[in-house]
């Protein structure tokens, strides 16, 4: 399985983005959760939001009410929408799966797959 996350950018405070992770080898159905992850300069590994395998949603607390996520199976792609970007949300941002479980876990060490990342960057 490989993830390539695409999308990012540099955008301005109170733009909206939206990031692309494209799943190849088995299709994404097969992928039973998601992930999006993000990390900053100097700063640890930071759990995003997550999509199960039937829809279930999880996004981080400090993120609810601008990020989303889905996935649309089909086309073997996982989006992130982001809104009203602030530049505390200048990072790299990486997609994970895990084909094995179908909990909605926050901590990046329950992810097998990695996408090499997309960089974004928001200035003020």
């Known amino acids: 399985v490989q993830l390539q996350a695409f999308g990012g950018g540099l955008v301005q405070a109170g733009d909206s983005l939206r990031l692309s992770c494209a799943a190849s080898g088995p299709t994404i159905g097969g992928l039973i959760t998601m992930t999006w992850f993000r990390q900053a300069p100097g700063k640890e590994r930071e759990f995003v939001a997550g999509?199960?395998?039937?829809?279930?949603?999880i996004v981080s607390d400090s993120m609810q009410g601008r990020f989303t996520i889905s996935r649309e199976n089909a086309k073997n792609t996982v989006y992130l929408g982001m809104n009203n970007l602030k530049s505390d949300d200048t990072a790299v941002y990486h997609c994970?799966?895990?084909?094995?479980?179908?909990?909605?876990?926050?901590?990046?060490?329950?992810?097998?797959?990695w996408g090499q990342g997309t960089e974004v960057t928001v200035s003020s």
């Open positions: 999509i199960g395998r039937n829809g279930d949603t």
């Open positions: 994970a799966a895990n084909p094995f479980s179908s909990a909605l876990r926050q901590n990046a060490g329950s992810y097998y797959y």
